[in-house]
């Protein structure tokens, strides 16, 4: 308890410090996308989808001036199905998406608690459907077990930009159980560059994990992405390998493959097309 007590006051500082002199805001933003589907494979469906092109949420954004350059902010973000107005995980609103309290200044950033990794976020830019949709990539969600995009417990630092370089690292505690996965420390880091038309990314990850308690199970994930604005389209691509390590066992490797364009039409619309391959 005695601990708890001490890493809050801190923040409470923080916030009483900044009330004293500063101007604070908060934004309500979000997104909602929703899209009529017809899936032809094994089995036929059609319907009303939420999230064809892009995630439905919505957010709070709350910023406030400490002086001296630095901000405090805090963010929380509730995913939504659209078409039936319930929550993204199917059990009311809440704040999965990302619920983070954090420090902006000269030196970047530094946030706490559920948030998008850093990985996830370099590379995110390389799927022209954002990951969404029957259209984007699988690449995190291969396994339904695994919550790869997203971690809890998490401290996050982002860079400055330094003429079109990033920087971008994450640590997460493994205090939490996910399903049959008792989840262990998770780490990662990130480089991105953006230079006019083109960018590209790099990034690297380690969780470590146990499986029903009994087999450890470690694995690593190298990501690599970029694209290129041609002005009448934008064409980008990515890969990932996961490699999974379970204890006295042999390594396997999950690898997905994804290739995308969009081309611009009239003043706001926009075309995409992807091929995604897993192996």
């Known amino acids: ?21 500063a101007q604070s805001s908060v934004n309500l933003y979000g997104n909602l996308d929703e899209a ?15 999230g064809g092109s892009s995630d439905s949420y919505f957010g709070l954004r709350g910023q406030e001036d400490l002086g001296n350059g630095l901000k405090a902010q805090f963010v929380l973000e509730s995913g939504i199905n ?5 929550g993204e995980n199917g059990s009311g609103l809440d704040f999965k998406r990302r619920a983070t309290v954090g420090v902006l200044g000269n030196f970047g950033e530094v946030h706490l608690g559920r948030d998008e990794t850093a990985a996830y ?39 400055p930009n330094f003429g079109g370089l ?6 997460a505690f493994g205090e939490q159980g996910n399903g049959t996965w008792k989840t262990k420390a998770y780490y990662n880091a990130a480089v991105s560059y953006e230079n ?5 990314a790099f990034a690297a990850e380690q969780q470590n994990n146990i499986d029903y308690g009994t087999s ?28 999974n390590q379970p204890a006295g066992q042999s390594d396997y490797k999950d690898k997905t493959y994804t290739l995308g364009a969009s081309a611009p039409v009239g003043a706001a619309g926009l075309v995409k097309a992807s091929y995604n391959r897993y192996e």
Not at 124 to 149: M, P, Q
Not at 166 to 171: C, G, L, V
């Open 1 to 21: 308890m005695k601990k708890k007590i001490i890493a809050s006051l801190p923040l409470i500082a923080m916030a009483s410090t900044g009330a004293v002199f």
């Open 121 to 159: 976020k370099a590379m995110d830019r390389y799927d022209v459907f954002n990951h969404a949709g029957i259209g984007g990539s699988r690449a995190w969600t291969l396994h339904n077990d695994r919550d790869d995009e997203r971690k809890d417990n998490m401290i996050a630092y982002v860079s």
């Open 216 to 243: 450890d199970i470690r694995q690593r994930a190298y990501s690599l992405g970029g694209s290129y604005d041609f002005g009448v389209a934008k064409v980008a691509a990515a890969y990932r390998q996961a490699n």
């Open 36 to 50: 009529v589907t017809v899936i032809d494979g094994k089995k036929t469906w059609s319907g009303l989808n939420s």
């Open 82 to 86: 659209a078409d039936t107005g319930t």
């Open 196 to 200: 006019g038309p083109w960018s590209a």
């Open 166 to 171: 990033t920087f971008a690292a994450n640590y």
